[in-house]
Each structure stands twice: as structure tokens, then as C-alpha cells.
């Protein structure tokens, strides 16, 4: 009887932990889930700050196309200035207005790209105009104040709703990280959880053999006393 009730209670301890082990997986599955649930909301908010700033984008272009417009009827040869400061200036001016309507083009064809790839693009190509046109805009001032400093209030205005675009963008991508690197781990546990398992699995099946495999030995060993 003592047998027997260890046997019972063995088989319910056994039970037990693989209704934990049951648990524990169904707890994992659902967190793994609900991450990915996550993972997908954020793209959706990544995509919509995409657009917010296409939309920004298309606004500065408009404005921006306009400023062209009034910077290409600057007459500099009209100006009494010496005719090397004329030329610095000249070119200076042309320069700046060459690194505006570059930008402009990028935006427009960077807009075509998946949005990871579109942020990434994107400020790469801001970061190009600043470098490039900051000599040129320093060259065009020497004899253009007006037009250039309204010109520049435009692009500033851009960087700035731009800048808070990027922010947004950072955070979400930041969250989206810290998400991706969670359910690694929630996978890589339950990879070596089924491992596991799978090794339980088989040292019971070893163990059943092991139990005939001593059956019989003792009943070949009870035959022989017999004898």
C-alpha cells in the first residue's frame, strides 16, 4: 500500500508540473502575441508620421519654388559693387539656389520609399543641403539681404517641423527595438523550452524500457530460483 501511494503521488507531482509547463508556454505565447500586436501598431504610427511629413514636404516645396522664382529676378550686374565681389556673389547665389532645388528633387523622390529606408534617406539628404549651402548662402548675403533672409525663414520653418517629425519617429523606432529585442529572447527561451521537452520526452521513453528491460530480468531471475 505504501508503494502505491508513492506511485500516486509521483504520477500527480508529474502531472502538476506539466500543467505549470502548459501554463508557463500559454503565458509566453500570449506575451509574444501581444508584442507583435505592438510591433504592428507602432508600424502603423511610423507610416503616419511618414505622411505627416510629405505633407510638411509638399508645403516647404510650394514656398520654396516660390523663393526660386524671386531669387533668379535678382539682378546682381545692376549692383555698384566692384565686379569680383559681383561674381562671388553671383555664384554664391546660384549655388544656393542650386542646393534648394536639389533638395526639393530628393524629397520628391525619396517620398517612393518604404518608411524606414524614407527617414533614413531623408535625413541624409537634409544634412547635404545644410553642409552644402552654407557657404553659398554666406556668399549671396554679402549683396542680398531681403530675399535671402525670407528665403531662409521658409527652410528654418521646414527644419523645424521637420525636426519635430524626426523626434516622433525616434521614439517609435526606439519602442519598436525594444520590442523586436523582447521577443527574441521569448523565442530563443521557448526554442530551448521545446528542447527541453523534447528531452523529457525521451529520457520517459528510455525509462519505460529500462522499466520492462528490469521486469524482465527479475522475472527470468524468479524463474531461475524456481528451478
Known amino acids: 500500500m505504501a508503494i502505491l501511494s508513492k506511485i500516486k503521488k509521483f504520477f500527480e507531482k508529474e502531472q502538476e ?8 508556454k500559454i503565458a509566453f505565447e500570449g506575451l509574444s502575441s501581444r508584442i507583435n500586436s505592438e510591433l504592428l501598431n507602432l508600424e502603423k504610427e511610423k507610416n503616419g508620421l511618414k505622411s505627416k511629413l510629405i505633407s510638411v514636404y509638399d508645403n ?24 569680383k565681389l559681383k561674381k ?3 555664384d554664391g547665389l546660384d549655388s544656393y539656389i542650386y542646393c534648394i532645388s536639389g533638395l526639393i528633387v530628393d524629397l520628391k523622390i525619396l517620398s517612393s ?14 544634412q547635404v543641403f545644410s553642409r552644402n549651402s552654407i557657404k553659398a ?38 519602442k519598436s527595438e525594444i520590442f523586436k529585442n523582447i521577443n527574441s529572447q521569448i523565442n530563443e527561451f521557448s526554442r530551448f523550452s521545446n528542447i ?10 528510455l525509462n519505460g524500457k529500462l522499466f520492462k528491460q528490469n521486469n524482465k530480468i527479475t522475472s527470468a531471475n524468479d524463474q531461475i530460483n524456481l528451478i
Open 137 to 174: 548662402r554666406e556668399k549671396a548675403t554679402i549683396l542680398i539681404g531681403k530675399e535671402i533672409k525670407e528665403t531662409e525663414e521658409t527652410i528654418k520653418d521646414f527644419l523645424l517641423k521637420s525636426n519635430l517629425v524626426f523626434n516622433e519617429y525616434n521614439k517609435l523606432r526606439n
Open 196 to 205: 527541453e521537452e523534447s528531452l523529457s520526452q525521451e529520457i520517459k521513453i
Open 60 to 83: 516647404f516645396t510650394n514656398e520654396a519654388e516660390e523663393k526660386i522664382k524671386v531669387l533668379n529676378l535678382i539682378n546682381i550686374d545692376s549692383k555698384k559693387e566692384e565686379e
Open 88 to 90: 562671388i556673389v553671383k
Open 17 to 24: 508540473e506539466q500543467k505549470q509547463a502548459a501554463i508557463e
Open 113 to 126: 520609399l518604404e518608411t524606414e529606408e524614407y527617414f533614413k534617406k531623408l535625413l541624409s539628404a537634409i
